[in-house]
Every structure is written in structure tokens, then in C-alpha cells.
């Protein structure tokens, strides 16, 4: 299995642009979770899904973050406008919930350098 | 609401000395506890878990905790550090109850010398 897999790796833009995040998941499992880590504030959790649905997103920022799970192979974590203070690492990870406890699998994070 | 406490920010070993990372934790019911470890510009890895049973977990790469429910807390171990083991290590809890997310600490970053 390849992992979970985050595109881009790197990512710079001009404040006020859109800019959109990529997560595939493991294959077959079931939770998704989209965090942010910065030198300040660690390691946040900003949403998270269960079979596609969007749970919890009481940890997103603004308005300006949304997120979606059109299918159970693929999220998506939108900021538009972009500021600079969300210049972040942001990490997706997936896990299988429902059949024992699993850990969560990381991607290797996308790194947002907003200007 | 659960959460973790890593009273460290860093932590200094000396190589082929046993190491410790302190971690406590805070959930209403019984946890479900993790430690990662992640290498400069790349994501978490798993290093080991505690669901139920032995006090006592072994994980990847010779590190081991131990949970201990009265004292609410789940040490990272090793016997004798490597300078590869320098990283960041974060641990993270969850409630048994329901389907939650993991919440992390802030991390300690573990430095071995030579």
C-alpha cells in the first residue's frame, strides 16, 4: 500500500488566493482527518470525517477553511481567501475505525507558504 | 473533552544512555493511547499503541511505554538512545467510547549526542 497520499508537497501563493489541498486515503479505511501544525499552536485538529460524512469541524479556523470527502478515496481542504497566518504544514491521515483499534496513517503533509 | 499533556519541550540524551519522554493524558473514560515520532519535513509515524492488557507496550525501533492509569500518564522509554532516535515525538490520546479522533500533545523534540 502506498500510504496516504497528499499533493502537493509544497505549496506558495499570494495572499488572497484560492488554494486547495489533496488527501487519498489508505484503501478501505473509513475515517479521515485533516490537521495543521505549527511551530505555536502543534499539532490541530481541523476536521475529521466517518464513511465520507463530515463529523467535527469545530477546529477549522474561519470560514475562509472548508473541506470536502466527495468519495471514500478522496478529501479536499479548500482556503480561499488565503491569508498569510495559514502558512502551515497541513497533514491528512486515515484510519479504519470499527473493527478493533487502529492507528492513524499520515501523509507526508503539505507545506503552505502564503506571501 | 480529552487531552494531553507533554511537559517537555525538549529533551537532551546522551547515546547509549536510556531515555524518557513524559507524557499525561486527560479523558472522562478509559483511553486509548499512541506515541508517533516524526522526522524533520516528513509526516507522523506510528511508533506504538496501548488499547488493553500489559501495563507494558513495545513498540517500533526498541522504544516501549508504560501506561499507568493512576498516575494518568504514558511514558516513552528507551534503554539505550541512538542518534537516529533524534526527532520530534508527539503522544496522542483517545476515549475507548465512541468514534473520536486522536488528540496529540505538542510534542518534545528528543536530541541524542554523540
Known amino acids: 500500500d502506498a500510504g496516504v497520499i497528499q499533493s502537493p508537497r509544497h505549496e506558495v501563493t499570494e495572499m488572497g488566493q484560492e488554494v486547495t489541498l489533496r488527501c487519498k486515503p489508505i484503501s478501505g479505511h473509513n475515517s479521515l482527518f485533516w490537521y495543521r501544525q505549527t511551530m505555536m499552536r502543534g499539532l490541530e485538529l481541523l476536521i475529521y470525517f466517518n464513511n465520507n460524512v463530515p463529523i467535527d469541524d469545530s477546529g477549522m479556523p474561519e470560514d475562509r477553511f472548508s473541506a470536502k470527502m466527495p468519495n471514500a478515496s478522496f478529501s479536499t481542504l479548500k482556503i480561499q481567501p488565503s491569508e498569510p497566518r495559514d502558512s502551515a504544514v497541513y497533514f491528512c491521515a486515515s484510519s479504519l475505525v470499527g473493527q478493533g483499534v487502529t492507528e492513524a496513517f499520515f501523509g507526508q503533509g503539505t507545506r503552505l507558504t502564503v506571501v | ?114
Request: charged share 15%.
Open chain 2, 1 to 114: 473533552a480529552q487531552s494531553v499533556a507533554q511537559p517537555e519541550d525538549q529533551v537532551n540524551v546522551a547515546e547509549g544512555n536510556p531515555l524518557t519522554v513524559k507524557c499525561t493524558y486527560s479523558v472522562s473514560g478509559n483511553p486509548y493511547l499512541f506515541w508517533y515520532v516524526q522526522y524533520p519535513n516528513r509526516g507522523l509515524q506510528f511508533l506504538l499503541k496501548y488499547i488493553t492488557g500489559d501495563n507494558l507496550v513495545k513498540g517500533s525501533y526498541g522504544f516501549e511505554a508504560e501506561f499507568n492509569k493512576s498516575q494518568t500518564s504514558f511514558h516513552l522509554k528507551k534503554p539505550s538512545a541512538l542518534v537516529s532516535d533524534s526527532a520530534l515525538y508527539f503522544c496522542a490520546v483517545r476515549e475507548i467510547a465512541g468514534n473520536t479522533p486522536l488528540v496529540f500533545g505538542k510534542g518534545t523534540r528528543l536530541s541524542v549526542i554523540a
